[in-house]
């Protein structure tokens, strides 16, 4: 959805372009496009509204637990170490004791089985908890060796693909904002800019609006298919309007 209307002060032109999906990628394609290619533009985020649905424990890439001879999975989901300790005891059933706790002095987590606990394999819940990779022995309390690492997302960066003029280590990049939920899992995310910081567009003619919310890595946010609408601000500075 495209809205316009006239400004009598700086700006000749405003437009607000609506775009929503599912999951940390929009893409949309404009027809006819939008030409840019009179005057200087530039855009900003206006809101983002999502669901807090980012999980720390991800099917093929953290969720394993082997003990003894066996294995359990964890099912997808953001978990606190005290809901991993409830989801791990239903997994390996009343015959396995064991304990799992979090030291809040610390920041580490204790954990201590009645079996083996094997963290030398992939996809474990090891680098989560702070283990390093190594066998647990059994029947004896074990502190991690880092703390543990329950928020695997420490920012959300929403990225533009038409947007020029950010910078990430020294590197430019295509970021309009950043931000962190300050919502818990299951919770509606709607985030407004105090100020809308406005960036140049990069090209003359927009066809195609991409917008990925990323993490500090660099990689998407997972979130799980979660619908997601984002409205974006684009005026043109002193211009003539299109």
Same mark, same amino acid.
């Given at each position: 959805? $495209?809205?316009?209307?006239? =400004?009598?002060?700086?700006? #000749?032109?405003?437009?607000?372009? @609506?775009?929503?999906?599912?999951?940390?990628?929009?893409?949309? =394609?404009?027809? +006819?496009?939008?030409?840019? @290619?009179?005057?200087?533009? *530039?855009?900003?985020?206006?809101?983002?509204?999502?669901?807090? @649905?980012? +999980?720390?424990?991800?099917?093929?890439?953290?969720?394993?637990?082997?003990?003894?001879?066996?294995?359990?999975?964890?099912? *997808?989901?953001?978990?606190?170490?005290? =809901?991993?300790?409830?989801?791990?005891?239903?997994?390996?059933?009343? =015959?396995? *004791?064991?304990?799992?706790?979090?030291?809040?002095?610390?920041?580490? #987590?204790? $954990?201590?089985?009645?079996?083996? %606990?094997?963290?030398?394999? +992939?996809?474990?819940?090891?680098?989560?908890?702070?283990? &390093?990779?190594?066998?647990?022995?059994? !029947?004896? /309390?074990?502190?991690? &060796?880092?703390?543990?690492?329950? $928020?695997?997302?420490? %920012? $959300?960066?929403?990225?533009?693909?038409?947007?020029?003029? @950010?910078?990430?280590?020294?590197?430019?990049?295509? %970021?309009?904002?950043?931000?962190?939920?300050?919502?818990?899992?299951?919770? /509606?995310?709607?985030?407004? +800019?105090?100020?809308?910081?406005?960036?140049? %567009?990069?090209?003359?003619?927009?066809?195609?609006?991409?917008?990925?919310?990323?993490?500090?890595?660099?990689? !998407?946010?997972?979130?799980?298919?979660?619908?997601?609408?984002?409205?974006?601000?684009?005026?043109?500075?002193?211009? #003539?309007?299109?």
């Amino acid at each position: 959805m $495209i809205q316009s209307y006239a =400004d009598t002060c700086a700006y #000749s032109f405003l437009a607000m372009l @609506s775009l929503s999906g599912r999951g940390s990628c929009i893409t949309k =394609d404009f027809f +006819p496009p939008i030409d840019v @290619s009179r005057g200087e533009w *530039e855009i900003g985020l206006i809101d983002l509204m999502t669901f807090h @649905s980012i +999980p720390n424990i991800e099917a093929n890439k953290n969720n394993k637990f082997y003990y003894g001879e066996k294995l359990v999975e964890i099912d *997808e989901g953001a978990y606190e170490i005290e =809901d991993l300790e409830t989801a791990l005891k239903a997994k390996v059933g009343s =015959d396995v *004791e064991l304990d799992l706790k979090a030291n809040n002095n610390t920041l580490k #987590s204790e $954990i201590k089985c009645s079996q083996s %606990v094997d963290f030398s394999k +992939p996809g474990t819940l090891a680098s989560l908890l702070g283990f &390093d990779s190594k066998v647990l022995a059994p !029947r004896i /309390k074990h502190v991690s &060796d880092k703390t543990v690492s329950i $928020i695997n997302v420490n %920012v $959300i960066r929403v990225e533009c693909n038409i947007v020029r003029g @950010s910078y990430d280590n020294g590197a430019e990049g295509h %970021v309009i904002h950043e931000f962190y939920p300050n919502v818990g899992p299951g919770y /509606k995310i709607v985030e407004t +800019p105090n100020t809308i910081i406005y960036l140049p %567009v990069n090209v003359k003619r927009i066809s195609t609006i991409t917008v990925t919310l990323k993490d500090q890595n660099g990689d !998407r946010i997972n979130l799980r298919n979660e619908n997601i609408s984002i409205r974006l601000h684009m005026r043109e500075k002193n211009g #003539s309007g299109i």
